[in-house]
């Protein structure tokens, strides 16, 4: 477990509610919060216009303006949590994140952006972080709910933080747990572009089962307090994951996948949870050196 739980900062509402999330994690968790602002002074300005100095001080005075609303946010959310702030300067606010993930137990992001974290969740920046990040992202969405915490098992052991993550937070809410697996879109496509008419799907369906199976053995063990519904679909995993976060808590996938979860981060399965999911949103990685040894090990032995 990380220290404390970062949260980045940018003056939007959006933010404040990534606040208010992170205090009560924080406070569950028994560590601090710590409030990060990344100024990012412009590449090139024109100083007929303003002079570098006053644009400077501006920029500054108005992130820490931004923080000391955060932490009020934060305090009268979570009495008790320790809550720092911090202010930086940077081209972008993702180095200064992925440094402070190394450390943190979860880095929270609000799911639209102003200021410093403009633009945050689209495209290359938020690759670069969920994809470098020491631990999980957590994008802050939709209201809260009382629903189970639903993790996409994509089959591989790339996923594996993911799976070990969601049964955390099934167990430490006191939620049960939905373990979601999608059946590959690309053979279904395939099939129907051919014009094929009865499919034969049982053999598919049972494969599917057995690898959900797989990569959830061990884990109901571990966490026995922890109700577990697997979920096997014939779907594209975007609707899946979207359709059952209307009634979830938290969604919960892996920065990289294979099979039905390919692509995760790049592509518009992670666009649509990212801007449709009606829960927060968190991503968890497994490196690569870590995947590949628990590819190595039996299924049953998850850790």
Excluded at 131 to 145: A, K, L, N
Aim: with cysteine; aromatic share 4%.
């Amino acid at each position: 477990m990380g220290q404390y739980v970062v949260v980045g900062i940018d003056g939007s509402d959006s933010s404040l509610q990534a606040v208010r999330w992170a205090a009560d994690e924080a406070r569950r968790r028994g560590v601090g919060l710590r409030l990060l602002h990344a100024v990012e002074l412009p590449a090139s300005y024109s100083p007929r216009i303003i002079e570098w100095n006053v644009l400077h001080s501006a920029m500054t005075d108005r992130g820490h303006e931004w923080l000391a609303k955060a932490q009020a946010e934060a305090r009268a959310e979570a009495t008790g949590v320790d809550v720092e702030t911090v202010l930086t300067e940077a081209d972008s606010a993702v180095p200064a994140l992925v440094k402070e993930s190394n450390d943190a137990a979860l880095v929270v992001l609000g799911s639209r952006g102003l200021g410093g974290f403009s633009g945050l969740l689209i495209g290359s920046t938020a690759v670069g972080l969920a994809g470098r990040s020491r631990c999980p992202v957590i994008v802050v969405r939709g209201t809260p709910s009382a629903g189970p915490v639903l993790v996409g098992v994509d089959g591989t052991p790339a996923g594996e933080g993911a799976i070990a993550f969601a049964f955390a937070q099934a167990s430490a809410l006191g939620a049960d747990l939905v373990a979601v697996h999608a059946w590959s879109d690309l053979v279904i496509d395939a099939a129907l572009m051919t014009g094929a008419g009865a499919i034969d799907f049982g053999p598919l369906e049972q494969r599917s089962a057995e690898l959900l199976a797989e990569r959830l053995a061990g884990w109901p063990e571990r966490y026995p307090d922890v109700h577990v519904t697997r979920d096997v679909v014939r779907d594209r995993p975007a609707k899946a994951l979207l359709r059952r976060a209307a009634q979830a808590r938290l969604v919960v996938v892996g920065s990289r996948g294979r099979g039905g979860f390919r692509g995760l981060l790049l592509g518009s399965t992670s666009q649509h949870l990212l801007y449709h999911a009606a829960c927060p949103v968190a991503v968890v990685r497994t490196d690569p050196e870590s995947a590949s040894a628990a590819g190595t090990e039996t299924a049953a032995s998850p850790g």
